[in-house]
DNA sequence: GTTGCGATGCGCT
DNA sequence: GCGCATCGCAACA
């Protein structure tokens, strides 16, 4: 039975892991299908990749707390930090799915129930997440995760898009054929497991 | 389904 | 100043 024990350690094995989990702040409540990794002060497109600051600090703290941040002057997106202390790795949770609450989320966000969580800032937006959240510890709230029970077995994977110099590794991770999946930025399905 | 573009504020050089 | 881990909408296929 997985645990918070499996959610903390290298990004690349963690983030797969995060697939099925379930975020919940007050009713509502999404069941993760898409997430992006995020790998330390040596990952070129994380923003600790020029070291610590103000705004990322909380990527440097201790695992299982949720990264939040405001980007493009009004979207925020969150994380959840995956490394030990002083180790910035964080998995970016993409898209989900709305499983419980779905009629608050239905107020805050417009739309198809398909697109509620579908997409980092939409996720943020059907959840209530926004700054005031950054750094909240995972498993105390008011933000919480729930590991997955199991394991998702239908895991595809494809690269980060527009970065430069990255090993070649998959970064991102999602539930194959699960409509809850953002497309986006189409990437090419793998087979994985 | 796809592509193109404007919105809009903050962090960082 | 520039660029951004984005989105919604309009136009098109």
Same mark, same amino acid.
């Given at each position: 039975?997985?645990?918070?024990? #499996? ?8 983030? *797969?892991?995060?697939? @099925? ?5 007050? #009713? ?15 990952? !070129? ?19 299982? &707390? ?18 030990? %202390? ?10 989900? %799915? ?5 009629? +608050? ?13 579908? @997409? *980092? +800032?939409?996720?943020?937006? =059907? ?13 105390t709230g !008011?933000?919480?995760?729930? !590991?997955a029970a199991? =394991? ?6 494809? *690269?980060?898009?527009?970065? &430069?110099? =990255? ?9 194959? #054929? ?10 090419? =399905?793998? !087979?994985?497991?």
């Open positions: 039975m997985p645990g918070w024990a #499996d959610l903390v350690g290298d990004v690349l094995e963690v983030a *797969p892991r995060l697939l @099925g989990a379930v975020v919940r702040h007050g #009713d509502v409540a999404v069941r993760l299908t898409e997430v992006e990794a995020y790998d330390g002060p040596g990952d !070129p497109g994380s923003h600790a990749f020029n070291g610590q600051t103000r705004r990322n600090a909380t990527m440097f703290g201790p695992p299982g &707390r949720l990264y939040v941040y405001f980007t493009y002057g009004m979207h925020h997106c969150c994380n959840v930090v995956v490394g030990a %202390e002083g180790t910035p790795s964080a998995v970016l949770l993409r898209a989900g %799915e709305v499983v419980d609450g779905i009629d +608050a989320a239905r107020e805050r966000r417009k739309g198809s129930d398909r697109d509620l969580a579908r @997409g *980092p +800032a939409r996720l943020c937006e =059907a959840l209530g997440i926004d700054l005031r959240h950054d750094g909240v510890d995972l498993r !008011p933000v919480t995760l729930t !590991p199991r =394991a998702e077995t239908r895991v595809a994977t494809g *690269p980060r898009v527009g970065l &430069r110099g =990255a090993p070649d590794r998959p970064w991102r991770f999602w539930i194959e #054929d699960d409509r809850f999946v953002s497309t986006y930025r189409p990437a090419v =399905a793998r !087979p994985s497991r």
